[in-house]
């Protein structure tokens, strides 16, 4: 996510621009181009559910990038200007390159980027998508010693090979990266100190994610929850920072600078401090289903309307789909009395 930073996206010459019930404009679309992923995160894809049995999607079920292409197509003339590929692990898909060049492409679109492990990021990978118009890079680091990471992972990958990817990604000039780490008490918030102190000064920016009830198999409990408070205090005590001002509307992380000059750092509070009033995000999974919340029971099938090559009507349920939204679960998840399985995080990305 060079640092390119983030700038807000405002779509101003388009006079086809949505918003939802709670007057929410749509600018942001996330793709997850697979189910398939290398790790098996205790938090996202544990081995419990995701066996070696499991069974994955077939290539035939996924959506082909020309109908990816025509999805962020329409999202581009509803407001979209922002694309984020995600996964599973999305350079699982050898031929990525192709959809990032084409994607950059559509009119409209100003910012690529791809959430990643990074453990699968080549040094000709990295340039390739960086030549094709890949813009930032979003990386998972969930600790900074191996037996930590080993532990969250669960496939016995250690931290050279994501600190490889994310030097790979500077060498093809990606002129910064962000390093996301979800923290969960009693699993890895002992590293949070840990991974500041190793990112300080480096140039790339770490965020801490706070632990999120998403999909139904990572046996989430509020107890597990390290709030953003916490983790900032924890960090404040060793190298003191200051709170920095959103660099847009709706930017999901809290800022916070180093006060000795040594960077920045980001805290994303779903849970303690939601954020659902300025959300601007879409979900596109990787069978084509859009999902209007990251939190959802289920989403709007779009693979009829694909297939059908009728781009009008395509454009009309897209239209309607935002235009009917409604979500705020991270506002009200202490209002809801009856749990309903909700789609996994693996399965239509972060």
């Known amino acids: 996510m060079s640092h390119d930073v983030d700038t807000d996206p405002k779509n101003t010459s388009d006079e086809h621009n949505v918003v939802d019930k709670l007057h929410r404009p749509l600018r942001d679309l996330r793709v997850s181009v ?17 066996s070696k049995e499991y069974k994955f999607l077939p290539r035939s079920e996924l959506l082909s990038f020309e109908e990816i292409t025509r999805v962020v197509k329409t999202a581009a003339q509803f407001g979209v ?12 898909r050898n031929d990525l390159e192709q959809l990032v060049e084409w994607i950059a ?8 980027s791809l959430t990643t492990n990074a453990s699968l990021l080549t040094k000709k990978r990295a340039v390739s998508l960086r030549s094709a118009g890949l813009q930032r890079l979003n990386v998972s680091l969930d600790a900074i010693d191996d037996e930590t990471f080993k532990r969250v992972n669960d496939v016995d990958i250690g931290v050279q090979d994501v ?11 990606f002129k910064s990266t962000k390093v996301n ?41 509020l107890s597990h929850v390290v709030t953003s408070q916490e983790i900032a205090d ?20 809290k800022r916070w600078q180093y006060v000795d000059g040594g960077g920045e750092i980001g805290i994303i509070t ?12 879409a979900r596109l999974s990787a069978t084509g289903s859009v999902y209007t919340c990251l939190f959802a029971t289920s989403g709007h099938d779009l693979r009829p309307l694909l297939r059908s090559q009728d781009d009008a009507a395509l454009a009309r349920e897209f239209k309607r789909i935002w235009s009917s ?3 705020r679960y991270s506002e009200t998840r202490t209002q809801v009395s009856v749990i309903r399985p909700k789609v996994e995080m693996s399965f239509i990305g972060g």
């Open 34 to 50: 697979t189910d398939r992923c290398n790790f098996r995160c205790v938090y996202c894809m544990p081995k419990s559910v995701f």
């Open 81 to 92: 200007t922002k694309i984020r590929l995600t996964g599973g692990e999305p350079l699982i």
């Open 105 to 112: 492409n559509v009119d409209g679109i100003k910012d690529i």
């Open 163 to 173: 600190l490889d990817g994310i030097e790979h990604a500077t060498l093809a000039g």
């Open 181 to 221: 780490m979800v923290v969960k008490k009693g699993l890895n918030d002992h590293s949070i100190l840990p991974m500041a102190k190793f990112f300080h000064g480096t140039g790339q920016i770490l965020r801490f994610i706070e632990f999120m009830d998403v999909g139904s198999t990572n046996a989430w409990d």
């Open 234 to 253: 924890r960090i404040n005590a060793e190298l003191p920072i200051q709170p920095a001002e959103a660099n847009y509307r709706g930017e999901v992380a």
């Open 270 to 281: 779903s849970v303690s401090e939601p954020f659902c009033g300025d959300c601007s995000r």
């Open 325 to 327: 939204r409604e979500d």
